[in-house]
């Protein structure tokens, strides 16, 4: 699993500074994640051996799988509602997003399935290859709809958000 990978939690306590790093912070959040899909299709493009690509990739899977399903689960309960109060009319933009959510979820379940049954190199990678396609429009999305949205949150508002699913160094 790469190093680092961990849900951070974020103090209901913000400094303005931090608050307008929040669109960066969702960006950096998105490539951390892209990275550890790439480590991913590493250890299965090195061709161990079946067993052990699929004991290092269900470690790995599991800490991806954290990571992606906290960072996702947080917007949905605690950062969405709040962009949907503040600007209503980005309600279908949200709306993209969970759905979003919830077909990576059911991707990420699908891989971790594969995983623990049949690790075939091909079979592994085409997982791979969904979920990266999801993620990276999901990505894309959401940063060209939210990045100015996010950046420009007051400090109180951030007093309600109790967790950032994000990928912390």
Known sequence: MQEGLRCA????????????????????????????????????????????????????C??????????????????FPLVVERHPELAPVVAKLTQDHSMLSYLIQEFDHALRTAPEEQALLRHLDGIGAVMETHFRYEERQLVDVLDALPDNDLERITLLGAISS
Do not use: K
């Open 62 to 79: 599991r800490g991806f799988c954290v990571a992606l399903d906290g960072h996702h689960r947080s917007e949905d309960t605690s950062l």
């Open 9 to 60: 939690i974020v103090p209901a306590q913000m400094s303005a500074d931090r608050v307008a790093a929040w669109g960066r912070e969702l960006r950096t959040v998105h490539q951390r994640l892209r990275d550890a899909l790439d480590v991913a299709r590493e250890a299965v493009e090195d061709g161990a051996e079946p067993e052990s690509v699929s004991r290092d990739l269900q470690l790995f």
